[in-house]
Every structure is written in C-alpha cells, then in structure tokens.
C-alpha cells in the first residue's frame, strides 16, 4: 500500500504540523495557559492542546477533504471509517508543557481502513526537529536520513514512560524495569513517547517500552522506526496488535531482540489492555 499523495504534498503537509508547533511554543513562551484535568484518565490539558488540534484538523481538511479524523482531544468528528483517516496528537507530553519543561511535541499519521500506516510527521516543538517517514520510503529527520544502527541491550540508552492513571500494571512494570536497569546503560523518562520513538530511530536509544498508550501517541513514531530499519511490537512480540493493546516494545532490531531474549521472556506474563 503506498502513499495517497505525491511526494511534493508533504511539505504542505509539514507545514500545517509546524503551524501548530509554532502556536505551541508562543504560548509556552508567554506562560499565557490553564490546565484542566480529564476526568476518564486524570491526564492534563489546556486551551493549547485543543487550539493546536484545530489548527492541524482545519489545514489538513482543507487539503484532504474526504479523509477522516481520529484525535485526542476530539475537537472534530472521529472518523476511522473513511479509506484515510489522521491520527493527531496535537500536544504529546501536555504535563511537561504546563510545567515548563521544553519536551513536547506533534504527532500526525496517516492510515488507510484497514490500519496500515502510510505516513508519519513528529516535530519536535522547542528543538524545531521534524521527523517524518513515508511506508516504504524511509525516515528522515530534517534533511538526514534515518538509518538504525545495531547498538546492543548492553550499550544502549533505553527510554520508557511510567504509569500516570492506570497502576494495575505497576507490578509488572517494575519487574520490567529492575531489569532493564541491570541489563543497559541506563533508562530515561523524558514524558513524550512520539519523541522517544523519533529518538529511537535516531539511534540515541536503542530502545523504548511502555504500557498503556493511545495509538495518537504512537502512530507517527512507530512508522518512523519502521522506515529507519527498526521494531516495533507488543511485549509479545505480535508487530500488529502494539496498535490495539497499547503495550510497546521498539529498538533496533538487535536491541529489540534482546529486550526480549534477557528481561522480558524470563517473565512471560504479560497483560492484556482493559481501556
């Protein structure tokens, strides 16, 4: 399955993600935001979040009209049902926006109805980075491609993000990260896992896990790890369902095959999402 559009159109594409990027980071200069709490998770939003989401929706209905809508913050009509539909998350790492700390970003990826992913742009908000991949093209950060390299479990840096409503997955999770901590260089929670995948396919982690993710926070970054030469699957390294379950596992393919070989298949129960 290809791409629905040229390779030209994509700059118009990024340029409506960098709109948004640029909102975003004018008002985290100005501190001009309020926080609100969602009452389903206890996640945090802001006026930004929603504004940004409106920002990147209206731009790309204005070049894609017949395509559908699955966003966070549900500021249009969700739509997987058409042959391509968005998956936005305007604001990807909201807790460190509202507490001033400069890792955030947007995410927009294209898929088609039956789930493939075509298409993926991550920009990195404060750093101006953009990441960006199309199925079958490669992976690109601004102007430089992509290529994974072959780092072991050993020598890598991992990255991963903590639990923030749902702690019935704590135990496990903790056994997970005893021994990553005992089996890389070291672990990172940076609070944006569409950057930490971009990070990922940049080589600076070899690795990333978590639990419990929305496929907004994904969709963008997994393709770009894909078009660079890496893995994405779920902790039982199905390289499908990470999009239903929630649950992920990424690396290079070497320090992804190890993640598995020396941590996780010395604990083989794994559960299962229950949104």
């Not at 989401?53 to 058409?82: H, K, S, V, W």
């Not at 093209?137 to 990255?159: E, F, H, P, V, Y």
């Amino acid at each position: 399955m290809k791409v629905p559009f040229q390779e030209d159109a994509y700059k118009d594409i990024i340029e409506v993600g960098q709109k948004a990027a640029s909102f975003i980071r004018q008002h985290f200069q100005k501190k001009d935001f309020e926080e609100e709490t969602k009452a389903h998770d206890n996640s945090l939003v802001s006026y930004v979040d929603r504004q940004a989401e409106q920002i990147i929706t209206r731009g790309l209905a204005e070049l894609y009209p017949d395509y559908g809508f699955i966003t966070e913050e549900n500021t249009i009509r969700q739509d997987d049902q058409r042959d391509y539909y968005w998956i936005i998350d305007p604001l990807d790492g909201t807790t460190n926006f509202l507490h001033g700390l400069e890792i955030f970003s947007v995410s927009i990826a294209l898929s088609n109805r039956s789930g493939t992913l075509l298409w993926g742009l991550v920009i990195d908000v404060m750093n101006e980075d953009v990441y960006h991949a199309a199925k079958g093209q490669g992976a690109w950060k601004n102007d430089q491609r992509l290529i994974q390299g072959d780092s072991s479990l050993k020598m890598s840096l991992l990255s991963t993000g903590f639990p923030y409503y749902r702690f019935d997955k704590k135990t496990i999770y903790l056994t997970h990260l005893e021994g990553f901590m005992a089996s890389c260089r070291g672990l990172r929670r940076c609070g944006s896992a569409a950057l930490d995948l971009c990070h990922v396919a940049a080589g600076i982690y070899g690795g990333f896990f978590e639990y419990d993710l929305h496929l907004w926070d994904i969709a963008a970054g997994a393709l770009i790890i894909r078009e660079s030469g890496g893995v994405v699957t779920d902790f039982e390294q199905d390289h499908e369902n990470w999009k239903l379950a929630g649950h992920v596992v990424a690396g290079n393919p070497r320090c992804h095959q190890e993640m598995f070989d020396q941590v996780i298949k010395r604990n083989p129960t794994q559960p299962k999402r229950t949104s």
